[in-house]
Nanobody
Framework: QVQLVESGGGLVQAGGSLRLSCAASGRTYSPYAMGWFRQAPGKEREFVATISWSSGNTIYADSVKGRFTISRDNAKNTVHLQMNSLKPEDTAVYHC?????????????????WGQGTQVIVSS
């Protein structure tokens, strides 16, 4: 089992920045890829970004490409999502997720473990 706890969400004006963090605990000795997903009110959960175990591969949703950066520190069992140039449409609950294995994946169903989420609100 892997437990995930997100932090760093909040209220920010459009054009601003936030840095989300996700701390993993439990069975962190096994290699696992990480991802960020988000869910806006009334919408389905959607893929945002993913990173492989080695950090050698990252994939972003088109809607955040060039604005968001995912990174990880395996020594500290953490993954981060740096969000710049935020837009009102980025408003959502952001969830951290982990999947067994090293390869980054964009499919929601590929992930075994999920955090409770952190709220991001971008005002116009």
């Amino acid at each position: 089992q892997v437990q995930l706890v997100e932090s760093g969400g909040g209220l920010v004006q459009a054009g601003g920045s936030l840095r989300l963090s996700c701390a993993a605990s439990g069975r962190t000795y096994s290699p696992y890829a990480m991802g960020w997903f988000r869910q806006a009110p009334g919408k389905e959960r959607e893929f945002v970004a993913t990173i492989s175990w080695s950090s050698g591969n990252t994939i972003y949703a088109d809607s955040v490409k060039g604005r968001f950066t995912i990174s990880r520190d395996n020594a500290k069992n953490t993954v981060h999502l740096q969000m710049n140039s935020l837009k009102p449409e980025d408003t959502a609950v952001y969830h951290c997720a982990a999947k067994s294995g090293t390869n980054a994946r964009i499919e929601l169903k590929a992930y075994n473990y999920w955090g409770q989420g952190t709220q991001v609100i971008v005002s116009s």
